[in-house]
């Protein structure tokens, strides 16, 4: 469970890099159909990315990890990648 926090906050760093002037709404799309979505609606999420079998398999494993994560924590979980977004070392 600690692996699916550390790689999701690692996905975000880079949506803060100095490169992204803001987070791509499909990213965000993304990371919310990853905490609060079904599987498939996460796999749908990502679809239009042509992921490659991998990177399907990746997603996958990463969705079951975070179903497993109590509902609270995943609320935190959004509540401080909200934080992070809005930040200005985001900016």
Same mark, same amino acid.
């Given at each position: ?11 975000? $760093? ?13 990213? $965000? ?23 490659? $079998? ?36 985001? $900016?």
């Amino acid at each position: 469970m600690k692996l699916a926090i550390i790689v999701t906050l690692a996905i975000l $760093a880079l949506c803060c890099s100095p490169a992204s002037a803001e987070i791509c709404q499909s990213f $965000a799309d993304i990371i919310q159909g990853l905490f609060l979505g079904t599987p498939a609606s996460f796999e749908a999420a990502v679809e239009p990315f042509k992921p490659d $079998a991998d990177m399907k398999a990746a997603a996958t494993q990463l969705k079951t990890l975070v179903d497993l994560l109590p509902k609270n924590t995943k609320d935190s979980i959004l509540k401080l990648m909200d934080k992070i977004a809005k930040s200005p070392l985001c $900016a």
